[in-house]
């Protein structure tokens, strides 16, 4: 039986969907390279790097700045886990699905939940945010920067703002906006914020940045009791990484290698250029999109760079599209969910995935796919993006 099972031979795909991204060439040459044990001097080291690297990229001097072992999931839960205490009112701006998800996160850890809602892709104002936080006085507040649902960023200032006027503290999702738009916690005045590899980083998923404000870590080390979580206990990964480095858990020792690498070449290429970069090709990737003939989903000034939602024509059929993209060309969109369900397509330019070349390609790709589909262009999208990058050149 066994022998029918050969060599792993994957196809090749070109990731423009919300994540994975396609991985630097330089992360695979660095998870080519022998491991050392997880509580080898030289693992500390790299963790180090890895530690001081997240700080440039998440824009803050936060001593407590992480890999933790798992996925963006993975992060979510260590902050909601160690933030959310029974009983206390945690407070979340839910305007998608990982509002959603942190949501149950904290009903799980038996906070008292209190929600503000606006429909999926829609923005909180500077006052519907801060009346509400004024208003119920939470402990903790939680909002999605970039929600990967909807394709749309909200704004953090407003929030923190509130949020510390009460006392209360502000975790925020930066999975997909991390390494691919501004973050900058320390100047927004996030307490914990979290990410993962595998989108603006272009890194395989398996770790999760964190990120935690002297203030937020007073708040954790004066708990009464320990969290209900034990593995994301981040007072026990502080003696890990950065403290005695009394042994927790097995880290995953290439993962690191492979972070470590991926945040070299974000750090070379420089934030400001990285984050230009990923606006070039989300404005020319807009551009190609409209002269088709196609709307977004999003407003224009909160459109996420690194995640793109244009709506599906009425009539057409958003699977057998992305099925056509995949079977003739190996790119891989997504398509909607929950109440977007059939309702716009996600396209991700993240990373390395986020290049001139993919866009027009996509662009070529979606165009025909949609032709077969019965759908009649307005416009040429390869021309429009063209004419775009001609006239805002890199």
């Given at each position: 039986?066994?022998?029918?099972?050969?060599?792993?031979?994957?196809?090749?795909?070109?990731?423009?969907?919300?994540?994975?991204?396609?991985?630097?060439?330089?992360?695979?040459?660095?998870?080519?390279?022998?491991?050392?044990?997880?509580?080898?001097?030289?693992?500390?080291?790299?963790?180090e790097d890895v530690r001081k690297l997240l700080q440039v990229v998440f824009g803050t001097r936060n001593e407590f700045t992480v890999a933790i072992s798992g996925t963006g999931s993975a992060g979510m839960e260590a902050a909601v886990a160690n933030f959310a205490e029974p009983g206390e009112k945690f407070a979340v701006l839910a305007n998608g699905y990982f509002c959603d998800r942190i949501t149950e996160m904290a009903r799980r850890y038996r906070a008292e939940v209190v929600r503000l809602e606006k429909p999926w892709g829609e923005p909180f104002s500077e006052e519907e945010a801060s009346s509400f936080i004024l208003r119920e006085r939470p402990k903790v507040v939680a909002f999605v920067h970039a929600e990967t649902s909807t394709g749309a960023r909200q704004d953090g200032a407003a929030i923190c703002r509130a949020a510390?006027?009460?006392?209360?503290?502000?975790?925020?999702?930066?999975?997909?906006?991390?390494?691919?738009?501004?973050?900058?916690?320390?100047?927004?005045?996030?307490?914990?914020?979290?990410?993962?590899?595998?989108?603006?980083?272009?890194?395989?998923?398996?770790?999760?940045?964190?990120?935690?404000?002297?203030?937020?870590?007073?708040?954790?080390?004066?708990?009464?009791?320990?969290?209900?979580?034990?593995?994301?206990?981040?007072?026990?990964?502080?003696?890990?990484?950065?403290?005695?480095?009394?042994?927790?858990?097995?880290?995953?020792?290439?993962?690191?290698?492979?972070?470590?690498?991926?945040?070299?070449?974000?750090?070379?290429?420089?934030?400001?250029?990285?984050?230009?970069?990923?606006?070039?090709?989300?404005?020319?990737?807009?551009?190609?999109?409209?002269?088709?003939?196609?709307?977004?989903?999003?407003?224009?000034?909160?459109?996420?760079?690194?995640?793109?939602?244009?709506?599906?024509?009425?009539?057409?059929?958003?699977?057998?599209?992305?099925?056509?993209?995949?079977?003739?060309?190996?790119?891989?969109?997504?398509?909607?969910?929950?109440?977007?369900?059939?309702?716009?397509?996600?396209?991700?330019?993240?990373?390395?995935?986020?290049?001139?070349?993919?866009?027009?390609?996509?662009?070529?790709?979606?165009?025909?796919?949609?032709?077969?589909?019965?759908?009649?262009?307005?416009?040429?999208?390869?021309?429009?993006?063209?004419?775009?990058?001609?006239?805002?050149?890199?």
């Amino acid at each position: 039986m066994f022998d029918q099972i050969g060599s792993l031979c994957p196809p090749r795909r070109i990731l423009l969907g919300p994540g994975p991204s396609n991985v630097e060439p330089r992360v695979y040459e660095a998870m080519r390279t022998p491991i050392v044990g997880h509580l080898d001097p030289y693992f500390f080291e790299v963790a180090e790097d890895v530690r001081k690297l997240l700080q440039v990229v998440f824009g803050t001097r936060n001593e407590f700045t992480v890999a933790i072992s798992g996925t963006g999931s993975a992060g979510m839960e260590a902050a909601v886990a160690n933030f959310a205490e029974p009983g206390e009112k945690f407070a979340v701006l839910a305007n998608g699905y990982f509002c959603d998800r942190i949501t149950e996160m904290a009903r799980r850890y038996r906070a008292e939940v209190v929600r503000l809602e606006k429909p999926w892709g829609e923005p909180f104002s500077e006052e519907e945010a801060s009346s509400f936080i004024l208003r119920e006085r939470p402990k903790v507040v939680a909002f999605v920067h970039a929600e990967t649902s909807t394709g749309a960023r909200q704004d953090g200032a407003a929030i923190c703002r509130a949020a510390h006027e009460v006392g209360a503290l502000v975790i925020a999702d930066c999975v997909t906006s991390l390494g691919g738009m501004p973050v900058e916690v320390d100047a927004t005045g996030i307490d914990i914020a979290y990410s993962c590899t595998q989108k603006g980083l272009s890194c395989p998923p398996g770790l999760a940045p964190l990120t935690v404000s002297g203030r937020a870590m007073e708040v954790l080390r004066a708990r009464q009791g320990v969290p209900r979580t034990w593995y994301l206990d981040l007072k026990m990964l502080d003696d890990y990484y950065q403290g005695a480095h009394r042994y927790h858990h097995t880290a995953p020792i290439t993962m690191f290698y492979a972070l470590r690498e991926a945040l070299r070449v974000v750090v070379e290429e420089g934030l400001e250029a990285r984050w230009q970069r990923h606006r070039r090709n989300h404005l020319g990737l807009v551009a190609g999109l409209e002269a088709m003939g196609l709307k977004m989903h999003v407003a224009e000034p909160y459109r996420l760079w690194v995640l793109n939602t244009p709506c599906v024509p009425e009539g057409i059929d958003d699977a057998r599209v992305r099925r056509r993209l995949i079977e003739s060309h190996g790119i891989e969109i997504f398509g909607g969910f929950g109440p977007l369900a059939g309702k716009v397509f996600r396209i991700g330019l993240m990373g390395a995935s986020s290049t001139q070349g993919n866009v027009l390609l996509l662009l070529e790709a979606l165009e025909g796919a949609m032709r077969a589909e019965g759908y009649k262009p307005a416009g040429s999208g390869v021309e429009a993006a063209e004419s775009f990058f001609a006239a805002h050149a890199a």
